[in-house]
């Protein structure tokens, strides 16, 4: 396997690990907080902590470069609104004990991911893909049928993350750059409405409550580190491999909502379960066949 491509494998592994298990207990400790407030947090500390990253590795000229870019900062602004709209989604699945619903979202994700991979970035596919593609499309359908109500959570999840992986893949950012300009348009909003909830007294973030002020403000590590994880490995590995080793997260998330927060899980869920890992297997043996 080339380098490049192994190094994109397990930073897209690590990142989507972080998401599947770290990330969940961290944010369902946080579960008591408004889905509002945690995004808002998520949002702002993301900024200041890329800001002061930017700042140490002297990248201001490489910034305002960008900021020359019409194209590309018209596409950063939609991957801002995208970033927001997903992280609040999944907020919300956790806080609501919905975390199996997430994860099917997140399931969803690396087959829109796979084929626009192909339709839009010409990247490579054989045979034995198309296969694993085709399983993943069956067991997600079985799924849909199954389900007693439409998994409108899932469904925003996985577009949401999904178009914003293939911009941001398109526009050819580094990821560090890229997720700073994004903050930059996010943080405003964030601001104002922090403002509003302040005014209202509903805020849980607060000089008199320095202990989970502190807990919120990791809000904006817990984000970053795994997204440059999983966005870094897309630059390296490609849309496609990225997209099928992100299945570790919903499959982290599958599992704690079951096992750990004692959600829900039918038969047709399971079913569903094992075919999706069926189809990872056959893609990731082709792909390491392939390199």
Not at 55 to 60: D, E, H, L, R, V
Not at 67 to 91: E, G, H, P, R
Not at 181 to 191: K, N
Not at 196 to 208: L, Q
Request: overall charge positive.
């Amino acid at each position: 396997m080339k380098k490049n491509i192994f190094s994109g494998i397990l930073f897209s592994g690590l990142g989507s690990i972080w998401w599947g298990v770290i990330g969940v207990f961290y944010f369902k400790s946080v579960s008591f907080v408004s889905p509002l407030e945690l995004t808002i947090h998520r949002t702002i500390w993301t900024f200041f902590l890329l800001f002061c990253l930017i700042s140490i590795y002297s990248k201001w000229n490489d910034i305002f470069k960008i900021f020359k870019d019409i194209k590309k900062i018209l596409f950063l602004i939609l991957t801002s609104l995208l970033i927001v709209t997903n992280w609040y989604t999944w907020i919300y699945a956790v806080t609501v004990n919905k975390l199996i619903d997430a994860s099917f979202g997140y399931y969803i994700f690396p087959i829109l991911s796979v084929f626009f991979g192909i339709l839009f970035l010409k990247e490579s596919h054989s045979k034995m893909k198309l296969i694993a593609i085709a399983l993943v499309i069956i067991s997600v359908i079985y799924l849909l049928i199954n389900f007693k109500s439409t998994p409108w959570i899932g469904i925003v999840v996985a577009l949401t993350w999904s178009f914003y992986t293939l911009i941001r893949k398109k526009i050819q950012i580094a990821t560090d750059l890229g997720l700073f300009i994004e903050s930059v348009f996010a943080t405003p909003f964030a601001l104002i409405a922090f403002y509003f909830i302040a005014k209202n007294g509903d805020n849980y973030f607060s000089i008199n409550s320095i202990g989970l002020s502190f807990w919120l403000f990791l809000a904006g590590a817990m984000t970053l580190i795994p997204l440059y994880l999983y966005l870094r490995g897309s630059e390296l590995a490609g849309l496609g491999p990225a997209s099928m080793i992100f299945f570790f997260a919903p499959t982290g998330q599958f599992l704690l909502g079951f096992y750990y927060f004692n959600e829900t899980l039918d038969i047709h869920k399971l079913i569903s379960f094992f075919i999706i890992w069926t189809a990872v297997a056959i893609y990731l043996r082709d792909l390491a066949k392939d390199n």
